[in-house]
């Protein structure tokens, strides 16, 4: 029996309450997505109440306009991460089924369809308000690290989006079936790699504090898209190396692809994660060059 961490007592809901014969409760997740919108929303207006940081010491929009903007992005949020996850991931199923593609209390999110919700949301709402694109979409960048930390914390408290077998001594020996489902392990002693821990490290506390030391202290913002591109190549690499610690996708693991990969060829590929972070990252570095210029 190797060393392995058992998972801590976590519930998935922070409360609940019931009130004229209905329940409620308020999960870690939804907090989670609560808490980074709030953040968020703190975070620009902070940065668009100091002039010094952007281009002429004029910000791209007025603080007010900072919650009409966080409406449309929720909807780009919601939209864009069910969506994506229902064409990225299991297209075949909700083409079989249509009327669970609505079932989003059944959960099934994912983080690129939600950025592209994201993006058009945002795209949308700029040219509709003749803002400046690239300083709006910096502005919004660096606010986005604080909601990808909670975010994955909140999946390692639901005990979902565990990685993939270790025998390393930080491994966490996650509950349920599924987790424990380890060829030649004894049920009960199977450890995954903490992966979602890795995402929030990787893509919330250091992408975060990065982006940060670039607007605070190097004066990025001066350099329209230089955070944006920093943002989209620093997240797009973290989700890149942790794809090779991550459990595959169920859909994309047969006899002869026990990896999970989505393009491979005699074993070696890229997994669908891995295939969705290679455009951010190409464009995450085209933007660099062009702000740097």
């Known amino acids: 029996m190797y060393a392995a961490i058992p998972f801590p007592d ?3 809901e922070l409360f609940s309450i019931e009130l004229f014969g209905f329940a409620f409760a308020l999960r870690w997740y939804a907090l989670a997505y609560i808490v980074g919108l709030l953040v968020a929303w703190r975070m620009a207006v902070a940065a668009i109440r100091r002039p010094a940081l952007w281009p002429a010491q004029t910000p791209p929009m007025e603080p007010a306009k900072v919650e009409d903007l966080l409406t449309w992005l929720i909807l780009g949020v919601i939209l864009g991460g069910r969506l994506g996850f229902v064409l990225f991931y299991q297209p075949g199923y909700y083409l079989q089924n249509p009327g669970d593609i609505l079932k989003i209390w059944q959960g099934g999110m994912a983080f690129h369809g939600g950025l592209i919700g994201v993006v058009v949301a945002a795209w949308l709402y ?21 909601g990808l930390m909670l975010g994955r914390l909140a999946n390692f408290i639901n005990a979902e989006l565990w990685g993939r077998p270790t025998d390393a001594p930080w491994g966490v020996i996650f509950p349920g079936a599924a987790a424990q489902d380890c060829p030649g392990v004894i049920p009960g002693s199977c450890a995954r790699h903490p992966s979602q821990l890795y995402e929030a490290g990787l893509e919330g506390l250091l992408l975060g504090a990065l982006l940060l030391w670039l607007v605070y202290r190097r004066g990025a913002l001066m350099q329209p898209g230089l955070v944006t591109g920093t943002f989209f190549a620093g997240y797009g690499a973290a989700r890149f190396i942790v794809e ?8 994309f693991v047969t006899q002869g692809n026990p990896l999970g990969l989505a393009l491979h060829v005699n074993g070696y590929g890229l997994t669908m994660g891995q295939l969705l972070s290679l455009p ?6 085209w ?3 062009r702000a740097r210029r």
């Open 287 to 289: 933007l660099i060059l």
């Open 126 to 146: 700029i040219l509709r308000h003749s803002l400046p694109l690239l300083s709006t979409a910096d502005m919004i960048a660096h606010t986005v690290p604080p």
């Open 10 to 12: 976590l519930s998935s």
């Open 280 to 285: 951010m990252i190409l464009l995450g570095l």
């Open 244 to 251: 090779f610690f991550r459990q595959p996708d169920a859909q």
